[in-house]
């Protein structure tokens, strides 16, 4: 990223993400028709706290835990040799 690079404007506040985060939680729990053998995995590593957090959302919605884990991916990338540079 350039140093004189300047953000103009925000695509989303905090209250937007929330919003959106809402949203997609009850989109879960439509597709899935409740929380029963429901688990969110976050691929590692910004997937780890979007599903944390949906999975909180799902706990303040439907009052269940909703158990979550995470996938590292790392070694079957297959742009590995890209990123490392």
Not at 10 to 15: C, F, G, Q, R, S
């Amino acid at each position: 990223m350039e140093k004189n690079m300047k953000f103009k404007k925000e695509i989303v506040d905090a209250d937007g993400i929330r919003r959106v985060l809402t949203r997609i939680a009850h989109e879960i729990l439509e597709k899935n028709k409740g929380t029963e053998d429901l688990v969110l995995i976050g691929i590692r590593t910004r997937g780890v706290p979007l599903a944390r957090r949906l999975a909180e959302k799902i706990k303040d919605i439907e009052g269940v835990d909703v158990q979550s884990g995470i996938l590292d991916i790392t070694l079957y990338r297959d742009d590995l040799s890209t990123v490392a540079q």
